[in-house]
């Protein structure tokens, strides 16, 4: 594939083609100007792809993006030469956008379903049961990785799976930045734009949303207010479900729920969606291993390739280091290559 070509035809589509609105289209802008780095690391993760397949020939093969945003991931597998591509997102804006740049680009077999992991048997009556299943940052907003892992394999029995995230808990360079935007959600205020549609308290701290979730349980009143402030802050990283299920518990057996261990991880209560959980290497590998996936971990890129100046200098020389010195959870995004296990 001719990645100069390919990085020119990405930053020559008009962001005018999107039109929902202006948080996607400036997202698309960016993209747009970060376009090589982001070839650059989709180039890597396809031929991580390619190793995993049983004749090592992508042309007869199918891929799928979980979580495929604006697209550009299943355009670049497409011109790769993959048989056939197959994107999925859960925000119905991202699939409307990647499709209009996959028409734009010309791209043939890329399918689209608009949904979660519970859509992708509508997906593969689509394209066929894929060989590989690739999301992008991702895994770290999962609810329930155990669940997840269990519906993919469901309908991928033998595909493997390689997800990347940003959100490295033993890397400080990536988890301070994280640590004050959960801190945020938690206690401050959060984006309106990254929450479920409908959602009366959208805007709101995730505290506040889960007291007044909280509230609408204890509806004669019966738990004092001391302790709904009490139950609101043990029940961090619940969804709204689980929080109505811990104040039943409460209202029955004045017990509260053991408060999560990590100091800032969080999720919003409605979406289900934690704010870049921040998780070890060592987590990650107990969650594959109690799904049956074996995994294993590699290093992602520092963004040397827009980069200019001395930032350039730096993140090139962090590269190398990483290179020489396989530590993946101190680079810029974690890699898991998981293969199901054979029973």
Same mark, same amino acid.
């Given at each position: 594939?001719?990645?100069?070509?390919?990085?020119?035809?990405?930053?020559?589509?008009?962001?005018?083609?999107?039109?929902?609105?202006?948080?996607?289209?400036?997202?698309?802008?960016?993209?747009?100007?970060?376009?090589?780095?982001?070839?650059?690391?989709?180039?890597?993760?396809?031929?991580? !792809?390619?190793?995993? *397949? @049983?004749? $090592?020939?992508? /042309?007869?093969?199918? &891929?799928? #993006?979980?979580?495929?945003?604006?697209?550009?991931?299943?355009?670049?597998?497409?011109?790769?030469?993959?048989?056939?591509?197959?994107?999925?997102?859960?925000?119905?804006?991202?699939?409307?956008?990647?499709?209009?740049?996959?028409?734009?680009?010309?791209?043939?077999?890329?399918?689209?379903?608009?949904?979660?992991?519970?859509?992708?048997?509508?997906?593969?009556?689509?394209?066929?049961?894929?060989?590989?299943?690739?999301?992008?940052?991702?895994?770290?907003?999962?609810?329930?990785?155990?669940?997840?892992?269990?519906?993919?394999?469901?309908?991928?029995?033998?595909?493997?799976?390689?997800?990347?995230?940003?959100?490295? !808990?033993?890397?400080? *360079? @990536?988890? $301070?930045?994280? /640590?004050?935007?959960? &801190?945020? #959600?938690?206690?401050?205020?959060?984006?309106?734009?990254?929450?479920?549609?409908?959602?009366?308290?959208?805007?709101?701290?995730?505290?506040?949303?889960?007291?007044?979730?909280?509230?609408?349980?204890?509806?004669?009143?019966?738990?004092?207010?001391?302790?709904?402030?009490?139950?609101?802050?043990?029940?961090?990283?619940?969804?709204?479900?689980?929080?109505?299920?811990?104040?039943?518990?409460?209202?029955?057996?004045?017990?509260?729920?053991?408060?999560?261990?990590?100091?800032?991880?969080?999720?919003?209560?409605?979406?289900?969606?934690?704010?870049?959980?921040?998780?070890?290497?060592?987590?990650?590998?107990?969650?594959?291993?109690?799904?049956?996936?074996?995994?294993?971990?590699?290093?992602?890129?520092?963004?040397?390739?827009?980069?200019?100046?001395?930032?350039?200098?730096?993140?090139?020389?962090?590269?190398?280091?990483?290179?020489?010195?396989?530590?993946?959870?101190?680079?810029?995004?974690?890699?898991?290559?998981?293969?199901?296990?054979?029973?």
């Amino acid at each position: 594939m001719n990645y100069p070509n390919l990085i020119e035809k990405i930053k020559a589509i008009p962001p005018s083609i999107i039109r929902c609105c202006d948080y996607h289209r400036n997202y698309f802008i960016r993209l747009q100007n970060d376009t090589g780095y982001y070839l650059h690391f989709y180039q890597h993760l396809l031929k991580l !792809a390619k190793k995993q *397949l @049983r004749d $090592k020939n992508e /042309k007869h093969a199918v &891929i799928w #993006d979980f979580g495929c945003g604006q697209g550009l991931f299943g355009a670049t597998a497409s011109l790769s030469g993959w048989k056939k591509t197959g994107l999925i997102d859960i925000n119905p804006h991202c699939v409307e956008n990647a499709e209009k740049i996959i028409t734009h680009l010309k791209l043939n077999e890329v399918y689209f379903e608009c949904g979660d992991e519970n859509n992708l048997q509508e997906l593969a009556l689509k394209t066929g049961t894929p060989e590989v299943i690739i999301s992008t940052d991702v895994i770290e907003h999962v609810y329930e990785i155990h669940t997840f892992l269990n519906r993919l394999k469901k309908v991928a029995p033998e595909a493997t799976l390689i997800f990347t995230t940003g959100a490295i !808990a033993e890397n400080p *360079l @990536r988890a $301070k930045p994280m /640590k004050r935007l959960q &801190i945020a #959600d938690e206690l401050h205020k959060t984006d309106v734009l990254q929450t479920a549609d409908g959602n009366p308290y959208a805007g709101q701290p995730f505290l506040q949303v889960r007291l007044a979730i909280i509230e609408t349980v204890d509806t004669a009143n019966q738990i004092e207010a001391k302790d709904k402030t009490e139950l609101a802050k043990r029940t961090r990283g619940m969804n709204k479900k689980d929080v109505q299920k811990a104040t039943i518990a409460f209202l029955q057996n004045q017990v509260f729920p053991e408060e999560l261990k990590h100091p800032t991880n969080t999720c919003d209560p409605i979406s289900s969606s934690w704010t870049e959980r921040l998780l070890t290497k060592k987590e990650y590998a107990e969650a594959f291993k109690n799904s049956d996936y074996s995994v294993t971990f590699h290093s992602g890129y520092y963004n040397d390739v827009t980069s200019t100046g001395l930032k350039k200098m730096v993140l090139k020389t962090m590269n190398f280091l990483l290179k020489v010195f396989p530590m993946p959870q101190y680079s810029a995004s974690l890699i898991m290559v998981a293969q199901p296990l054979k029973k």
